[in-house]
């Protein structure tokens, strides 16, 4: 097996370099994970902070995670489970429960302010809850944090704002999309809505009352120089993704727009959570193509750890190319 070198290296990254990552011990609870061999054989457990730190222009952008879940196979509309599992498989996320599904959250910093963009589902979903100690990994506290962007109002993305009823980044400004929250607090549509998506309504509603300094964001806009909100509404109402962008290069974190199983190469499959699948399904097909043809490098909350990658051409057919990253030993 190759050794890695010490020295952290940049491999593949068109428009940004990776400059860091490790693996510290301690953070994540436990991962118990099927091999290839055997559907009853487990690999030996791990207890990982993973980090990974991306230099784009003046900005360090460090991936962390909260944890896992792993998504029913009954959960993509538009494929059988049996074909889900197959196409997870392929992609060596299958799990004998589902799709696995990681929450990553990154934290955007260029010496003056600290974004950290969602927050995770903070124990309210799966095997999730460790992104406090992923940011105290890097030395901070919740309270250092100056703003929080949430990409959509789903309980996995703004879970870890409220712990136990009181507000959870207490000096943080919050960016959320008007129209996630206008849908997320409207109790007509919370009457109508099916249970999986009672938790979403009920947080929504505490958000806005603990965080004064929320910001509802009408469109595309610069929240600081550098780091603007891109319009990618489809797998909710103000669903939407954040570029950061210095000295000539770009990362876009796209939250939703790509998870396993729903990738390229298979737009027409959907997510339950979804409000709007036609919708959904609309901007992908506009999306993919375009971050094709730009090379975007792009964050994408549930794909691998640390869930950058690039949207390539590979024979005229559109796929998923994971980033090169190192481990930084």
């Known amino acids: 097996m190759p050794q890695l070198s010490r020295r952290t290296f940049a491999s593949g990254l068109l428009g940004g370099s990776l400059v860091g990552g490790g693996l510290i011990s301690g953070a994540l609870a436990p991962v118990h994970a099927k091999t290839e061999r055997s559907a009853s054989a487990t690999a030996a457990p791990v207890s990982v902070t993973p980090l990974a730190q991306i230099k784009i222009g003046r900005f360090t952008v460090t991936a962390l995670t909260d944890g896992y879940a792993d998504m029913p196979y009954t959960f993509f509309p538009g494929r059988s489970p049996a074909q889900v599992e197959q196409a997870a498989t392929a992609q060596f996320t299958a799990r004998q429960s589902g799709v696995r599904f990681l929450f ?8 003056q302010r ?9 124990g309210s979903i799966g095997q999730t809850g460790a992104l406090p100690k992923a940011l105290g990994a890097v030395g901070l506290q919740r309270d250092q944090i100056d703003a929080v962007i949430v990409t959509h109002m789903h309980q996995d993305h703004m879970g870890g704002l409220i712990v136990g009823g009181k507000k959870n980044y207490p000096k943080a400004e919050l960016y959320i999309d008007r129209r996630d929250v206008t849908h997320w607090t409207d109790q007509a549509k919370a009457n109508g809505a099916p249970d999986y998506l009672q938790p979403s309504f009920r947080m929504a509603k505490d958000v806005v009352r603990l965080y004064p300094k929320l910001q509802a964001i009408d469109g595309e806009r610069e929240i600081v120089r550098g780091v603007s909100i891109v319009d990618l509404t489809g797998h909710t109402p103000g669903h939407i993704g954040v570029r950061i962008e210095d000295g000539g290069q770009s990362l876009i974190m796209v939250s939703d727009m790509i998870f396993p199983v729903v990738h390229p190469a298979a737009t027409d499959v959907c997510f339950l959570f979804e409000q709007d699948r036609a919708a959904a399904q ?7 193509p375009r971050a094709a043809s730009e090379g975007a490098l792009i964050a994408a909350t549930h794909m691998p750890f640390p869930g ?7 024979r005229g057919q ?3 190319q994971a980033a090169d990253w190192a481990l930084q030993t």
């Open 318 to 320: 559109l796929r998923w």
């Open 104 to 111: 990553n959250q990154y934290l955007v910093e260029d010496g």
């Open 308 to 314: 950058l990658g690039r949207i390539v051409s590979d």
């Open 114 to 122: 600290r974004i950290l963009i969602d927050s995770g589902p903070a």
């Open 282 to 288: 609309a901007m992908r097909e506009r999306f993919f």
